[in-house]
């Protein structure tokens, strides 16, 4: 019993080496980047196109992640492929992120129609509550911890901009102020994860693979 | 090069224990491949720790003995392998793994 346990836990050691390579963090931080810069730009290009023009942004920062995935990590820490469990695991994910997406839909139109009518509080609450059981789900499902601590840290954001807002006035409801720091964070600490990884992993060359 | 197979005599307790898993290196790539479906040399490096002399050698005989299943291929320019336990080979794990429990067990404390 003791060993199949012992087995299960290094599979679950591999499973969380595949997000040690920092990317995740990067990919996360850069989509909060929106929060922080789309209010700045809500006066010029209107609500819905300061948030649009960052499809773009989230598209280049995909692509690159992939690509630095395929050309960068992979012939340092090499290629694994995971089992059933995983794969079930996986498609599971796929389903609650799913549902989850409706809901959050689903919430968004029921807050376009009565947005005049909600107290101050009512929205970041709410964002917050979003956020947390979003990244818990993900966290949870893909056994990865620190989606936790960042459903904790990101849903903080809207509830301090919120109080900066009412407190010190701070503009665009302190988002630019709470989701700049917030993403530069995650930002940073992936940054410094992938350049750990490069350092501890150096390329292997042909002869070596031959 | 010495039989591992005969280190054992064929009467000991041990005899029944499959000696090309029981070697540590060859022991921890079969652990590894047990619980993933597929992996490459490079991955397969890092978390054994192994040189790249020692995992061929150990691979070489994991693979002469049926266990596991060398995909070699390539990637662009350079050479990708995809590495595979067998079903003999999950097998013999699982009979590596009762059999250990069993003369481990009826050890006295």
């Known amino acids: 019993m003791s060993a199949q346990i012992s087995l299960k836990d290094l599979e679950k050691n591999v499973f969380q080496k595949s ?19 789309a209010p700045l730009l809500s006066p010029y290009l209107g ?5 649009m023009i960052f499809l773009p942004f989230w598209g280049v920062i995909y692509l690159g992640v992939r690509e630095i995935r395929k050309k960068i990590i992979q012939p340092r820490v090499g290629i694994v492929e995971f089992g059933k469990y995983r794969k079930t695991r996986q498609k599971k994910l796929n389903l609650v992120i799913l549902v989850f997406n ?15 009518d909600l107290p101050g509080w009512v929205h970041p609450i709410r964002f917050s509550a979003v956020i947390l059981v979003g990244f ?6 893909l056994e990865f911890p620190r989606l936790y601590f960042y459903g904790i840290l990101i849903s903080l954001a809207p509830l301090i901009g919120e109080f900066l807002y009412t ?9 630019p102020i709470t989701f700049g720091i917030t993403s530069l ?7 410094g994860t992938f350049l750990r990884l490069l350092k501890e992993h150096p390329v292997v060359s042909q002869e070596e693979l031959e | 090069m010495i039989d591992e197979s005969r280190e054992i005599k064929e009467n000991h307790p041990l005899s029944d224990i499959d000696q ?11 652990v590894l491949l047990y619980v993933v479906e597929s992996l490459d040399y490079v991955f397969l490096k890092n978390q054994t720790g192994l040189s790249w002399g020692n995992l061929s050698t150990h691979l070489g005989k994991l693979e002469n003995a049926g266990y596991i299943d060398i995909e070699k291929g390539y990637q662009g320019k350079k050479p990708q392998s995809k590495i595979k336990l067998t079903p003999q080979g999950r097998e013999a794990f ?8 069993t003369v481990l067990d009826d050890l006295p404390d």
């Open chain 1, 136 to 141: 818990s789900l993900a966290g949870y499902m």
């Open chain 1, 167 to 175: 407190t010190f006035h701070a503009s665009h409801h302190g988002f």
């Open chain 1, 185 to 191: 964070l995650i930002i940073l600490f992936g940054l």
């Open chain 2, 20 to 30: 090309v898993i029981h070697a540590p290196a060859r022991l921890m790539i079969l």
């Open chain 2, 94 to 101: 699982k009979n590596y793994k009762s059999n250990l429990q």
């Open chain 1, 102 to 116: 409706l809901l959050v839909l689903a919430l968004g139109v029921a807050s376009f129609f009565n947005f005049a």
């Open chain 1, 47 to 51: 609500d819905f196109w300061s948030s």
């Open chain 1, 19 to 37: 997000f040690q390579d920092g990317l995740i963090d990067i990919q996360i931080g850069c989509v909060l980047v929106m929060f922080a810069v």
